[in-house]
């Protein structure tokens, strides 16, 4: 007990103290605080300092409160915005964050210029906006005010037309679409809803396979398929049902090519070449069961002596069917000189013979066997075949030597007989 009085005596002590203090120096005490929350305010206000300028996008201006049985004659345009945020906020605003409107109540047929009201959605503390700057501001009006046209609106029932773009892949057929619903109601100033004569949805079915069934936007169109706008469409979009069917199937066939005729004598077809070798049919599934190939039209190579390339059709296609792609394939035929070989008798012929000798004797003939082309083989004469016998450095005597055969160009010499003649050399008189 005695701690505790000690301890509260002291504590009144302190607190006597205390507030002799302040009631001699209150106006150091108030000149502290106020410092105290100037210093609080600073440090707040850099943590978050506050940035000033026009933002990086416009909002778009619709209209509020449109009279009854009017409607707008024009475009509003869109507003950009000079306003006053923090930059960790000014760093995340977007378009949306904005609404701008302009309020018709009370308007009347004809011009009026009308102040836009532009209004931050959602809690943006500490965002202000400064200035509002319309994309089509009035000549006339106020800052920040646009010219605003109201017109009677008028309606009209159009009808609904889908527009079919791209195709599905080879042997798939769409259907006719189905659509719901068939007829819209167009709204708008009657200069332009009289202009419209259908309301079209583009759907499109490239590369698609299977049934196609979803809602598509409408779009106003006049008789010339321009874009009409600045009308609206009740109801804006419709549902469309397109089926798909695989009505034609494909089967890879080879290609044969066909010839009449016959190369000149002693020519043959060594090859046909034919590109491309292979092409798709395309057709109903029970008659792609039968061709395993398909068939061009003849070449005539009759007399040909050399390689025929030629551009022909596929022919004999069996009915019901077709050919993916060009029916025309290129085909080149290979024709060579048919191979043969002829016999020859040639009578031994010399050079290098010293000028004080003399033959005496020699095998009188030579039997040449040579092959080639059979054209080359029966153009060649005996005189053109020849057998060469080397007598250099030779002297008087009986020499056994393999003659040298001589034959026209592109023959080949298979054999001589015998494959060795004999010279009798003697001094000459």
Do not use: C
Not at 242 to 250: A, D, G, L, P, W
Request: aromatic share 4%; proline share 8%; glycine share 8%.
């Amino acid at each position: 007990m005695r701690l505790l009085a000690e301890f509260l005596r002291r504590s009144r002590a302190v607190v006597v103290v205390a507030v002799r203090s302040v009631r001699h120096n209150f106006g150091l005490a108030v000149l502290s605080v106020a410092l105290a929350f100037g210093v609080w305010m600073f440090i707040t206000d850099t943590g978050h300092p506050a940035r000033t300028g026009v933002l990086p996008f416009v909002v778009p201006v619709v209209p509020v409160n449109m009279p009854e049985g009017l409607t707008l004659g024009g475009p509003l345009g869109d507003a950009a915005l000079r306003i006053e945020a923090s930059e960790d906020q000014w760093n995340q605003l977007t378009a949306s964050d904005f609404k701008a409107t302009v309020n018709l109540l009370g308007a009347q047929v004809g011009g009026q210029d009308v102040e836009v009201q532009v209004e931050p959605l959602g809690e943006r503390s500490g965002l202000r906006i400064i200035d509002v700057i319309p994309t089509l501001p009035s000549s006339e009006g106020p800052p920040g005010s646009v010219r605003v046209e109201l017109k009677p609106l008028v309606s009209q029932v159009v009808s609904v037309s889908i527009d079919v773009v791209g195709a599905p892949p080879m042997g798939y057929e769409p259907s006719a679409p189905k659509i719901d619903p068939s007829q819209v109601v167009v709204s708008g100033p009657e200069e332009l809803v009289s202009r419209v004569s259908v309301a079209v949805a583009t759907v499109d079915v490239s590369g698609v396979v299977t049934d196609v069934r979803q809602t598509y936007p409408l779009a106003a169109r006049d008789n010339s398929g321009f874009i009409v706008e600045g009308v609206t469409i009740e109801p804006s979009s419709v549902d469309v049902e397109i089926t798909v069917e695989q009505k034609r199937f494909s089967r890879l066939v080879v290609v044969s090519p066909s010839w009449k005729g016959s190369p000149a004598a002693g020519y043959n077809v060594t090859a046909v070449e034919v590109e491309p070798a292979s092409v798709t049919l395309m057709g109903p599934l029970d008659r792609l069961n039968v061709p395993s190939f398909v068939v061009t039209d003849d070449i005539d190579i009759t007399g040909a002596t050399s390689d025929m390339s030629r551009i022909v059709n596929l022919v004999g296609l069996p009915p019901g069917l077709s050919i993916s792609g060009s029916t025309a394939v290129s085909v080149r035929v290979r024709i060579a000189a048919g191979p043969g070989e002829a016999i020859f008798g040639v009578a031994p012929q010399w050079t290098g013979l010293a000028s004080d000798l003399r033959v005496v004797s020699v095998t009188s003939l030579v039997e040449v066997i040579l092959q080639g082309g059979l054209p080359t083989l029966q153009n060649v004469s005996p005189d053109q075949v020849k057998a060469i016998v080397d007598l250099s450095g030779l002297g008087a005597g009986t020499h056994r030597l393999e003659p040298k055969v001589e034959a026209p160009a592109g023959l080949k010499v298979a054999n001589i007989s015998p494959a060795s003649v004999e010279v009798v050399l003697e001094p000459a008189p």
